[in-house]
């Protein structure tokens, strides 16, 4: 700065209204108290465990997929070059391979061109809110709790969002029915619903097939689009895992909403959609939801990086395009976490006195949570105690919930970043905390 000149200072009042929400800070707090305490066993992220990433197949996944486009799909040298090093198509490259996928591992018939690659399955929330949510009548139904990823990008787009409360199997469908009548009495329009049937963050839950079944027929009454989510289905204890609600889907009532962050690797920052919906525009013409989210994304991220979708590209093709089995090492990894982190907590605080204490927790059957409810609040001043006076991070479930005064006692664990030796000394710090605070 020059002459005595000031800055310019733009007011916070004239920024959007998002950016002064709770919300926003869930996980700077999250990230300042792991800088501030490196040493503490952090059961914060959800984050698959680093030690599973193999750094040198990256070049031979990035070369299996060179030899698809030369070997399988005739492309020239030049071709190579350009798919690989220039703007792509925006709906993605990898799509057909993405379909095959879906197809051995979830059972999903997809057509390839009902797929958005995406950037991160975080992009392809954004674009299925932004098409779908034109009216301000128009309301987003979430559980309660839920992951605060959908929920904050409904803030950015300025949507209504209502929660549904969440059972210990999940959703269940009549609560979603009852939630859906009381909005339409408001004179509001429920227009989708969020959901992760598997291994939901943050709770754990898994909702049964038949809750699922309902769940379907529910939306087709009701007219509701369902907005599946799935980055946990494959890391359950049989391997194989109940059916998807869009492999169930007859009706395309299910939005599908897939990441490669968890199965593959989160550095990449691929994701896609499965919108195979009819639009029908004013004079009878239809397209794919798919081209719709596709006009979306051109004005957003243009198109998906090339380079990363070649080396998931390459990843479906060495495996086979099945991502169920080339993950199972990584299943059983998290699965000897949930188990050491179960037996750890049941044998530091045994039946009769945890119940007496009024301490107690959800058993998962896969995937990367488990709630621990508490006597007293699990809130930022118990966080920063754990941290500071016994090593362990974790995460205040209140986050979750609208108000955040929902799961005020509750705080979640995730057991997928660290070593099962981690889990099982965090577990004993963790005991040590409770021990302070409410035995």
Request: glycine share 8%; net charge negative; charged share 25%.
């Amino acid at each position: 700065m020059t002459n005595g000149s000031t800055p310019t200072v733009l007011p916070a009042g004239e920024l959007h209204g998002s950016l002064g929400d709770p919300l926003m800070e869930v996980m700077n707090f999250l990230n300042e108290i792991t800088s501030r305490y490196p040493e503490a066993i952090s059961f914060g992220p959800g984050r698959p465990y680093e030690g599973l990433f193999e750094v040198e197949r990256i070049g031979e996944y990035l070369a299996a997929y060179q030899r698809h486009l030369v070997e399988d799909l005739g492309r020239t040298p030049d071709e190579v070059r350009t798919l690989l090093f220039q703007y792509g198509r925006t709906n993605g490259q990898i799509h057909e391979l993405v379909a095959r996928a879906l197809r051995n591992d979830e059972g999903i018939e997809a057509a390839p061109e009902s797929l958005v690659v995406t950037v991160g399955c975080q992009e392809g929330m954004f674009l299925v809110l932004r098409a779908l949510f034109a009216d301000p009548s128009d309301v987003l139904l979430v559980p309660s709790p839920c992951y605060v990823g959908i929920t904050g990008a409904a803030r950015l787009l300025d949507l209504s969002v209502a929660h549904v409360p969440e059972g210990p199997q999940g959703t269940d469908p009549e609560v979603l029915r009852r939630t859906v009548a009381e909005l339409r009495a408001a004179g509001k329009r429920p227009r989708a619903f969020y959901v992760v049937p598997d291994f939901a963050n943050p709770t754990g839950t898994c909702m049964p097939v038949e809750a699922r079944r309902r769940l379907l027929e529910l939306a087709e009454e009701e007219d509701l689009i369902l907005l599946e989510d799935n980055p946990y289905g494959f890391f359950t204890r049989t391997g194989t895992g109940l059916p998807t609600l869009k492999a169930l889907d007859e009706r395309r009532r299910v939005v599908y909403l897939g990441s490669f962050a968890k199965t593959c690797f989160p550095g990449a920052r691929v994701g896609y959609v499965v919108a195979d919906q009819e639009v029908e525009a004013a004079d009878g013409r239809r397209t794919l939801l798919a081209d719709e989210l596709s006009k979306l994304k051109g004005m957003v991220t243009v198109n998906t990086p090339a380079l990363s979708q070649a080396v998931i590209g390459g990843m479906l093709l060495t495996h086979d395009f099945r991502l169920r089995e080339a993950n199972k090492p990584a299943a059983d990894f998290y699965q000897e976490n949930l188990a050491v982190l179960l037996e750890s907590l049941e044998r530091l605080l045994p039946r009769e006195r945890r119940e007496a204490a009024g301490i107690g927790w959800n058993v998962p059957d896969g995937g990367f949570f488990l709630t621990l409810t508490l006597p007293v609040p699990a809130d930022n001043a118990l966080l920063e105690e754990s941290a500071r006076e016994h090593g362990v991070i974790w995460t205040p479930m209140n986050y979750f919930y609208p108000d955040s005064e929902g799961g005020r006692c509750q705080l979640r664990l995730s057991l997928s970043y660290l070593t099962p030796q981690q889990v099982a000394e965090g577990a004993r710090r963790l005991v040590g905390l409770l021990e302070r605070s409410c035995l």
